[in-house]
């Protein structure tokens, strides 16, 4: 089954609805290039048609595109090889023809790796590019102020429900989809601005009926909750794509919970090309929810779930009866069955990487584990307490890395140490709450020769680089980021 939104994504830019200006804005922007050099900004919200715009115009302009990811550590490299690709096969400075189009994605997030140096590295490829380039942002003014300078602009808005349905009729007409203008019209209404989701949402519902009508687009909150169960009896066995889109939004679990239970179960139901395009419906769901990483943008969850429960619904090529013993993936008994340790563990997680310019999943695998070796027990104290003050860990959090009992006094005499030193160190500038604690006493020295972290430095650039590069600013943003994580927790 193919997605709509791939199959009728804009080839030109002609094709590309509801931002008339800012279409006109861009060719104008490519047409002139190689007078002003610049690169260009578009922003706005997710799905109006940004990226294909940027596709669409390589393509009206003869130009290959290459797409990048801005938080990716490996763009450099790449842009790099393109230019110089480029210089030797002396197409630069030559004719329009032969020419790359750069896109940079999430040009908003290239601090979301925690990587701190990332921003500038990217500021400077901007102004030293050879080929134009096109940077992707839903937030503008999440951009640096030097590299905002450094770009022309140009906002894509919300696409309106008028420029909408139009869309939607011709996707109906090419998929031979019968329709009522009223079901146009509640489908654009719904998905307020978002294309991408007002043809996700279109797909989901042709699945199922012959004719769309009205009564179909259920506009209206949900109140009542399913059970994760029911949830995947329709998914896998029973119902359609846009039921199971419903039941999902029912579902009280995060998307990425979802997708776990989903691509555990259902093996167990589908087989050969179902599953294979199950999982391929899967793979775009966690292609979504990497990005709602990268970016803390949440909107790109209901991309996700899409994928996970209208795209595995589609996927059934044949009914499904009987019983079947649905399990908790098996990833959950790994990493913790409950929510509480998953976020415990995300909370910890997220504290090391931002602090130490790593991401979350290294954070995880790679310093976690040592950690929790140095710490065992909450022993040797010292050692604990500093750890507890680097990175900002609560009763819960030092409970959960040394593996002691949360609401033991020692978890809770220690996190006070933390925040003691914490505020001494704010006091005398320090530069790190972690700064005078480095000289653990010989039982440290031997914990970490047997966690074997001597030799790779590991822990100790952790460390390092969080007096390194702590500014206040950072702080605030770190801060920022946390408020606003805290609502998904
Ligand atoms: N303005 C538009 N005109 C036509 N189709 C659009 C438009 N906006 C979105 N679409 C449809 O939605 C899909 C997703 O659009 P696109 O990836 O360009 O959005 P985006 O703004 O780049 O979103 P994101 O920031 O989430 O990447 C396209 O493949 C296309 O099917």
Not at 62 to 73: C, F, K, Y
Not at 185 to 191: C, E, G, T, Y
Not at 451 to 463: I, K, L, N, Q, R
Request: net charge negative; with cysteine; hydrophobic share 35%.
């Amino acid at each position: 089954m193919v997605d709509w939104t791939e199959k009728y994504r804009p080839t030109t830019l002609s094709e590309v609805r509801g931002n008339d200006s800012a279409r006109d804005d861009l060719k104008q922007w490519a047409e002139t290039w190689d007078d002003h050099r610049e690169a260009v900004v578009v922003h706005g919200s997710p799905g109006v048609g940004k990226t294909s715009a940027a596709h669409a115009l390589a393509n009206d302009m003869g130009w290959d595109a290459i797409e990048l990811n801005a938080s990716d550590t490996r763009t450099k490299d790449v842009i790099e090889r393109v230019a110089g690709e480029a210089a030797k096969s002396g197409t630069l400075g030559g004719g329009t023809g032969g020419r790359k189009l750069v896109i940079m994605d999430e040009a908003d997030n290239i601090h979301g790796n925690a990587d701190r140096g990332g921003a500038r590295a990217v500021t400077r490829l901007v102004k030293e590019a050879t080929q134009p380039m096109v940077l992707i942002a839903n937030e503008y003014y999440d951009m640096s102020n030097a590299l905002r300078n450094a770009c022309q602009e140009i906002e894509f808005r919300d696409v309106g429900k008028r420029s909408i349905v139009p869309v939607l009729r011709d996707v109906c007409r090419r998929e031979g989809v019968e329709y009522e203008d009223a079901a146009l019209s509640a489908l654009a209404q719904k998905n307020a601005g978002d294309l991408r989701s007002a043809i996700n949402d279109l797909q989901a519902l042709a699945e199922e009926r012959e004719v769309l009508t009205e009564d179909d687009i259920v506009t209206g909150d949900r109140d009542t909750t399913e059970g994760i169960f029911d949830f995947l009896d329709d998914v896998i066995k029973e119902k359609g794509a846009q039921e199971s889109l419903y039941a999902a939004y029912d579902v009280d679990e995060t998307p990425d919970d979802l997708l776990n239970w989903v691509e555990d179960n259902v093996p167990k139901d589908y087989g050969r090309a179902e599953l294979a395009d199950a999982y391929g419906f899967l793979a775009n769901a966690d292609k979504w929810l990497g990005r709602v990483r990268a970016t803390q943008d949440y909107s790109y969850w209901r991309y996700a779930t899409d994928n996970v429960a209208a795209g595995v619904a589609a996927a059934r090529r044949e009914p499904k009866g009987g019983w079947t013993r649905y399990g908790p993936p098996s990833y959950w008994s790994k990493l913790g069955r409950t929510k509480g340790t998953r976020n415990t563990r995300d909370y910890v997680a997220r504290k090391i990487a931002e602090k130490s310019g790593c991401s979350m999943a290294s954070a995880r695998r790679e310093v976690m584990p040592f950690l929790a070796a140095m710490t065992h027990h909450c022993k040797p104290r010292e050692l604990t307490v500093a750890m507890a003050a680097a990175y900002d860990l609560e009763a819960e959090h030092v409970a959960f890395v040394t593996g002691s009992g949360k609401d033991t006094n020692k978890v809770a005499d220690i996190v006070a140490d933390a925040e003691a030193s914490k505020a001494e160190a704010a006091v005398e500038h320090s530069g790190g709450a972690f700064a005078g604690q480095t000289d653990v006493d010989a039982d440290v020295e031997a914990k970490e020769d047997t966690a074997e972290t001597d030799e790779t430095g590991d822990e100790a650039d952790v460390f390092v680089d969080e007096q390194e590069t702590d500014t206040k600013s950072d702080d605030a943003e770190d801060d920022d980021m946390q408020s606003g994580l805290d609502e998904f927790f």
